[in-house]
């Protein structure tokens, strides 16, 4: 019966046998010594912390601040990067290559210009378009806002009297 009772002991860690297995060592009692690493649970998921102690995450403006680096490369133009993209031509023009560089490192321009009123289109692709075409996307945008809810009644109501007019003519 006794054994049934050692065999469920529930020693997960040498911390549960307080300082019974460090005087076994110390008094030479090897068979206590033995008897104590049996009892001790070799699961190795009994042993390992469930919520080890991570460090409190970091945030990229923080890690930037710590090691002093500039702001990220945008990839897309706005407004300002036109006006800055012509500072650096004109230090190109008047001082050469190397100061062109030096102020593109200190202010350095986004990575796209994209082409500005093309309908989301390449620029290729818009300026190889007719007359035709570029009015059409033009009238399709004013379109769109034609068809807001408030007029639709009153377009509604005007389509069903020249249809009206029309059949009586």
Known sequence: MQIHALDKAQLISDIQLGGNLNHAVCQGRRSDFALMLALLSGDATETTPLNPPYPEKVTE?????????????????????????????????????????????????????????????????????????????DSENGKTAALDPVNLYNQLVTAKRFNEMHIQA
Do not use: M, W
């Open 61 to 137: 403006t923080q890690l930037r601040k710590a090691f002093d680096l500039p702001e990220p490369t945008r990839l897309v133009a706005e407004e300002r990067d036109y006006e800055l993209c012509g500072s650096q031509a004109d230090a190109f023009h008047k001082a050469g290559l190397v100061s062109a560089k030096l102020n593109d490192c200190v202010s350095p321009s986004a990575l796209h210009f994209p082409a500005i009123g093309t309908h989301n289109l390449g620029e290729d692709v818009y300026h190889n378009l007719s007359g035709h075409q570029r009015r059409q996307l």
